[in-house]
């Protein structure tokens, strides 16, 4: 019978073969979601506001491009750890690893700066409670991927993961992905798109 | 997929082997083995700790249950209030606490949870699976909607429970007018519950594309798992509108946020748009697995396979995606520009297309078959009765005109229960009958089941048909009394009387429940002679479900010989034995070809406890005790760390000393 071919199966949890993977995606799928829901909010609201938007004119692009650039770079770090795993060199892996988080905490530091220099808070107007609320919900997704970061870290450098078994820095690691291109949405609708 | 990769080196048999092959009949060595290595701890330890898919699965179907027969009596009470014109039984306030409650009950913590149960305690053994892909995330899922459910209910007892209806529009349910906690309970409770329909979601979707039989390809599953994959992609998909939704309006609540706020630029449309984007995609997220339930179990009493099944499943996945667009029927009624009622009347009328595929489908199914009549069928024949009526009135609120005059009023009332009673309810009491005995190894009484069919069935017409007529007469929805010069008083009388009746019904399932578990006929593995996997082992199934994992030739594996259909035979004795720990097959997404042997984890703590934590979290929020709050926050993620810290038996860490093994061997 065809479907009892002998061969030899992989055991366990094997990168993209392993269940979590598919669960990370289906997270990614709901997130995702999450956070169109978020964009539709703004633009909703936006289309049909009457207020001056936003209300201190457009925002300067300096400092949030800048903090991009750092989202990505911080990515790209995550990406190269993992690449290192699977070439055999965990001291490098580990490294990169700690690059990345390194990179992913300057980020809520600018973030959290570029906060105190609104002149506007949550309850202030309808466009402080969507900034507020849209940058608040990233930046907590942000720290829940500097979490995951840090864990693969240190379950790195406890010597958990060589080339074989190494899912957990694969899953985690396409959530911080994900974390980084949503910013990518939320910049483009917070800061571009008031120049349009 | 990463088959041409399974270069082998015949060295580590822990990362990668061949499976034994063989069989492992009962009570022999093998068999033994594998009922030790899947077998959960007695005791407490055992109950708070398990993870096996049955377990769960019938604890979602009790507490479902039990929520059913809360919401059922608040019904009663209702129906009492509005028995005969200028009632005082109840006060205004507590009316809309009750309708409220009565709605939430049943919408969320009835209708999605019990058919939740079904699908947790069967897919393993639909597909041929000794478990589903993230145990430990079923027992989370199952802990949070007990944790949800008692969340809102909360206030009740203080008689300040959520009163602005089920779906809560704004600006009755903002902070100017409803000052109490009410909303606020039902708003956390709502994202609560959201969590754990998200984590069943997960569940199911990765389940199905992982853990099937091999030979199982995409065109044999059951259409039960269509239903609930449909489902669960909707889920996915639309929960996060409404978590988001209730989020948003408690920030406005408590923290003094404008999203709701007319006077500051907010706008209560926003809620409805968003309520009912995961709002419609939910009702048929609470339907289409019950409709599964009737296309997988109506053949076995008209013994003869369904009649059209990739048209039904199909239709099944139709629907879902029409769903997606048909939200705005609910705000026809609000001054939407007309292009935008156009588009959503028409989506919603064409949507009864792929429901009429099945309904055909089901009729032809019967027609052509010799029907049994065995107290599961009656269910599901009535189910298709009570879904053509309530599938008419759909499509005559669906025209836009029509819709303006009976929005409101009972006539909605009537076309939702015929909904949602016709395809949940009935679908539910029937497939309870069709499993009861693989739940508990005994058949229900068949003199019992039948009186309960027809009582209930009256019942059910007597009491909900009228309320058209209501409708028709004008007779608004939501209102606590009536004079009796508005001409409603005797429509009212006769819906609440059907509705007692439809208890009475309700009444002898449980009475019949009761004596089945005591003093039921012992049930063999097959005693309906049923087609599909769960059939082909005992009742109930033992701890590790299937003693070897079986190959897959066809829809109906156990009636292969006598419809001779192709040549292929499904084998159910001879397959993969997989017994160094807990183990089973995972295979590809559409084909089912074997791909890599899973190691499931066992028994565990940690989703009592994230359960635990993360509802204390939503308790803290809810009574601004902030630091309790981070404290469980905290609690929650020491929990999860715990759960995630990659374990050599899941082989999620490198084996010791094999840190480099292969040396030259990389991609």
């Given at each position: 019978m065809n479907s009892f071919d002998h061969h030899f199966l992989p055991v366990g949890s094997v990168g993209k073969l392993s269940a979590g993977w598919w669960g990370v995606l289906a997270l990614i799928v709901t997130e995702g979601a999450l956070f169109g829901y978020l964009l539709f909010v703004y633009f909703y609201l936006a289309a049909q506001t009457d207020e001056h938007w936003p209300p201190e004119g457009l925002p300067s692009l300096i400092v949030p491009t800048i903090n991009t650039v750092i989202l990505l770079v911080s990515s790209a770090f995550v990406w190269a750890s993992e690449r290192c795993i699977r070439l055999r060199q965990i001291r490098w892996s580990i490294g990169i690893m700690t690059l990345a988080i390194i990179f992913g905490i300057c980020f809520v530091m600018i973030q959290l700066m570029e906060w105190g220099n609104k002149i506007y808070g949550l309850t202030s107007n309808l466009y402080g409670s969507l900034y507020f609320t849209i940058t608040g919900f990233h930046l907590c997704h942000v720290i829940v991927g500097i979490v995951v970061l840090m864990l693969l870290l240190i379950w790195l450098s406890l010597g958990y993961f060589d080339d074989k078994r190494h899912a957990a820095v694969t899953i985690g690691g396409v959530y911080w992905h994900f974390v980084d291109a949503v910013w990518l949405f939320v910049f483009t609708t917070l800061y571009l798109s008031p120049y349009l | 997929?990463?088959?041409?990769?399974?270069?082998?080196?015949?060295?580590?048999?822990?990362?990668?082997?061949?499976?034994?092959?063989?069989?492992?009949?009962?009570?022999?060595?093998?068999?033994?083995?594998?009922?030790?290595?899947?077998?959960?701890?007695?005791?407490?330890?055992?109950?708070?700790?398990?993870?096996?898919?049955?377990?769960?699965?019938?604890?979602?179907?009790?507490?479902?249950?039990?929520?059913?027969?809360?919401?059922?009596?608040?019904?009663?009470?209702?129906?009492?209030?509005?028995?005969?014109?200028?009632?005082?039984?109840?006060?205004?306030?507590?009316?809309?606490?009750?309708?409220?409650?009565?709605?939430?009950?049943?919408?969320?913590?009835?209708?999605?949870?019990?058919?939740?149960?079904?699908?947790?305690?069967?897919?393993?053994?639909?597909?041929?699976?000794?478990?589903?892909?993230?145990?430990?995330?079923?027992?989370?899922?199952?802990?949070?909607?007990?944790?949800?459910?008692?969340?809102?209910?909360?206030?009740?007892?203080?008689?300040?429970?959520?009163?602005?209806?089920?779906?809560?529009?704004?600006?009755?349910?903002?902070?100017?007018?409803?000052?109490?906690?009410?909303?606020?309970?039902?708003?956390?409770?709502?994202?609560?519950?959201?969590?754990?329909?998200?984590?069943?979601?997960?569940?199911?979707?990765?389940?199905?594309?992982?853990?099937?039989?091999p030979g199982m390809t995409i065109n044999k599953v059951p259409i039960l798992v269509w239903g609930t994959l449909a489902a669960s992609v909707a889920n996915l998909v639309t929960i996060p509108a409404v978590s988001l939704a209730f989020f948003l309006l408690w920030m406005d609540r408590q923290l003094g946020t404008q999203f709701f706020d007319v006077a500051n630029g907010g706008k209560p449309l926003l809620w409805q748009h968003l309520f009912w984007i995961f709002g419609h995609p939910w009702v048929y997220a609470i339907v289409l697995p019950a409709m599964g339930i009737v296309s997988d179990a109506l053949p076995t009493f008209c013994r003869r396979p369904l009649v059209g099944y990739a048209a039904v499943a199909l239709?099944?996945?139709?629907?879902?995606?029409?769903?997606?667009?048909?939200?705005?029927?609910?705000?026809?009624?609000?001054?939407?520009?007309?292009?935008?009622?156009?588009?959503?009347?028409?989506?919603?009328?064409?949507?009864?297309?792929?429901?009429?595929?099945?309904?055909?489908?089901?009729?032809?199914?019967?027609?052509?078959?010799?029907?049994?009549?065995?107290?599961?069928?009656?269910?599901?024949?009535?189910?298709?009765?009570?879904?053509?009526?309530?599938?008419?009135?759909?499509?005559?609120?669906?025209?836009?005109?029509?819709?303006?005059?009976?929005?409101?009023?009972?006539?909605?009332?009537?076309?939702?229960?015929?909904?949602?009673?016709?395809?949940?309810?009935?679908?539910?009491?029937?497939?309870?009958?069709?499993?009861?005995?693989?739940?508990?190894?005994?058949?229900?009484?068949?003199?019992?089941?039948?009186?309960?069919?027809?009582?209930?069935?009256?019942?059910?017409?007597?009491?909900?048909?009228?309320?058209?007529?209501?409708?028709l007469l004008g007779m608004p929805r939501r209102i606590y009394t009536y004079s009796s010069r508005m001409g409603w008083d005797s429509v009212n009388l006769i819906t609440s009387i059907g509705s007692f009746i439809l208890a009475i019904g309700i009444l002898i399932f449980l009475i019949n429940v009761i004596i089945s578990l005591k003093r039921g006929e012992k049930a063999n593995s097959n005693p309906w002679d049923a087609a599909t996997l769960e059939w082909s082992m005992s009742s109930p199934p033992p701890p590790y479900n299937f003693a070897v994992i079986p190959a897959v030739a066809s829809r109906h594996p156990l009636w292969e010989d006598r419809l001779e259909e192709g040549i292929r035979r499904s084998n159910l004795a001879e397959g993969y034995l997989l017994m160094k720990g807990h183990e089973t097959l995972g295979t590809s997404p559409i084909d089912a070809k074997p791909l890599v042997i899973f190691k499931m984890p066992g028994d565990s703590y940690t989703p009592f406890f994230v359960g635990l934590f993360v509802s204390l979290l939503f308790l803290g929020l809810l009574l601004h005790w902030w630091s309790f709050t981070g404290l469980m926050a905290v609690a929650s993620c020491i929990t999860l760390i715990i759960w995630m810290w990659p374990q050599k038996t899941l082989k999620q860490r490198t084996e010791s000393g094999t840190t480099y093994p292969f040396q030259g061997d990389s991609k």
């Open positions: - | 997929m990463a088959i041409s990769n399974m270069t082998h080196n015949p060295g580590d048999e822990r990362l990668e082997r061949v499976p034994d092959f063989g069989r492992a009949p009962s009570g022999s060595d093998e068999e033994m083995r594998l009922a030790n290595i899947w077998r959960s701890e007695p005791g407490w330890r055992g109950w708070l700790s398990t993870v096996d898919h049955k377990t769960i699965g019938l604890r979602y179907l009790v507490t479902a249950f039990v929520f059913l027969l809360i919401g059922g009596i608040e019904a009663l009470i209702i129906r009492a209030q509005l028995a005969l014109p200028d009632q005082t039984l109840l006060a205004p306030e507590q009316y809309n606490q009750l309708f409220t409650m009565h709605g939430i009950t049943m919408i969320f913590l009835y209708a999605l949870p019990i058919l939740s149960g079904f699908s947790n305690y069967l897919w393993p053994l639909l597909l041929g699976s000794r478990d589903m892909a993230f145990p430990r995330l079923n027992a989370l899922s199952y802990w949070i909607f007990l944790f949800a459910g008692i969340f809102m209910y909360m206030s009740f007892p203080l008689g300040l429970a959520p009163n602005a209806g089920w779906f809560n529009y704004v600006p009755i349910s903002g902070p100017i007018y409803n000052t109490g906690p009410n909303i606020d309970v039902f708003a956390l409770g709502m994202v609560l519950l959201g969590i754990s329909t998200t984590a069943g979601s997960v569940n199911f979707v990765v389940t199905l594309f992982r853990m099937r039989a239709a099944t996945m139709a629907t879902m995606l029409i769903g997606f667009v048909v939200w705005m029927h609910h705000m026809f009624a609000t001054g939407l520009p007309t292009v935008s009622l156009s588009l959503f009347g028409a989506a919603s009328m064409a949507i009864s297309i792929p429901s009429a595929v099945a309904v055909f489908a089901w009729i032809a199914t019967i027609w052509v078959g010799r029907p049994v009549f065995k107290t599961p069928f009656l269910f599901f024949a009535g189910f298709v009765i009570l879904f053509v009526i309530g599938g008419l009135s759909g499509v005559m609120v669906a025209a836009i005109s029509l819709n303006w005059q009976l929005n409101e009023t009972y006539f909605v009332v009537a076309h939702l229960h015929y909904v949602l009673l016709g395809i949940n309810v009935f679908p539910v009491i029937g497939g309870i009958y069709y499993w009861f005995p693989k739940f508990t190894g005994r058949m229900m009484n068949e003199k019992l089941g039948k009186w309960n069919f027809w009582v209930m069935f009256i019942g059910f017409n007597m009491g909900f048909f009228p309320m058209h007529i209501a409708g």
